[in-house]
């Protein structure tokens, strides 16, 4: 856990069996995106002793896909169920144990069917990775 929260984050209270061996994950809910952020543990590094880019992946799409979540609800659009249809990342850095990792969604366009979102993640404020994602609507997605 880190020693104190960036502002604004508490307890991410959404579950999930793939980020319970990831916790503590925190989020900070605002009126048009979720940012998702952690502390770097030994749990989620790869053999070289860095971030491994598996977690990355998992949660940027987690956060562009809460993010999307949100936005499509402010519109009064159907919001939970989200489907990914395409997810890319590219690593631009590295992140190493007990720095601050977090999720920042930079851009949703939402719409009836699909909702698109691109995401940034830093370390200590550095670019780690930039990520994509097309995301099926809950009404398309049944």
């Known amino acids: 856990m880190a020693a104190t929260l960036p502002e604004g984050f508490a307890p991410h209270t959404r ?13 900070r809910k605002l009126a048009d995106r979720t940012v998702l952020g952690l502390t770097v543990a030994a749990a989620h590094t790869n053999s ?10 998992a949660l940027a799409d987690n956060a562009m896909g809460l993010s ?3 936005v499509l609800a402010r519109e009064g659009l159907p919001a939970n169920g989200l489907v990914t249809i395409s997810l890319g990342v590219d690593y631009v850095g590295k992140a190493e144990i007990g720095q601050w990792l977090a999720f920042e ?5 939402p719409g009836r069917t699909i909702c ?3 995401a940034e993640i830093t370390a ?8 994509r994602a097309t995301f099926r609507a809950p009404a398309a997605a049944a």
């Open 124 to 131: 200590d404020g550095a670019p780690v990775a930039r990520a």
């Open 116 to 118: 698109f979102a691109e």
């Open 48 to 57: 070289r002793g860095f971030l491994h880019g598996g977690l990355i992946a």
């Open 105 to 109: 969604t930079t851009y949703v366009r």
């Open 68 to 70: 999307c979540g949100v």
């Open 15 to 27: 579950k999930s069996p793939l980020t319970d061996p990831w916790e503590p994950l925190y989020a």
